[in-house]
């Protein structure tokens, strides 16, 4: 294989690897629609159920509560909201890697964003333990 052969086959494969499936069409399909639908509808009410019931304060906040132990972490009111946030960013690098992964496999894209889902219901539950320590 010569110098020319070999850049051409490199420029094949960047190109190859440059196309994605349309954004547009991915989030037409239901079976990736709803899941993203339900797992941000789930992070703006985790949001919402925050911000209404732990405002910002000076004192410290209970952050996290065992059985064994009790409440075992305090810390300022603003890390409360760590919460949401790292659900924001597990539903963004979910629906990027159900994307990039559609055109190839549609089953690990619906299973990527259904697992998002899941992971909100926790945190739901983990929201709502938040909020009764500290309401």
């Keep these: ?12 494969t960047y190109s190859s690897m440059a196309k994605m499936y349309p954004l547009k069409l991915y989030l037409k399909h239901p079976s990736t629609f709803v899941p993203l639908l339900f797992a941000f509808f789930l992070n703006l009410v985790i949001w919402g159920w925050l911000l209404y019931n732990i405002r910002f304060q000076s004192e410290s ?12 972490l305090t810390g300022p009111s603003y890390m409360v909201y760590s919460l949401p946030g790292l659900g924001l960013c597990l539903i963004l690098f979910n629906a ?3 994307w990039m992964m559609y055109e190839k496999d549609e089953f690990v894209a619906v299973i990527s964003n259904t ?6 219901l926790f945190l739901l539950i983990a929201t709502s333990i938040l909020v009764f320590l500290n309401v």
């Design 1 to 12: 294989m010569n110098c020319q052969e070999q850049e051409n086959s490199l420029y094949y």
């Design 61 to 72: 906040v209970f952050l996290h509560y065992t059985i064994l132990f009790g409440v075992d």
């Design 96 to 98: 990027a890697i159900g």
């Design 115 to 120: 697992v998002s889902c899941v992971l909100h």
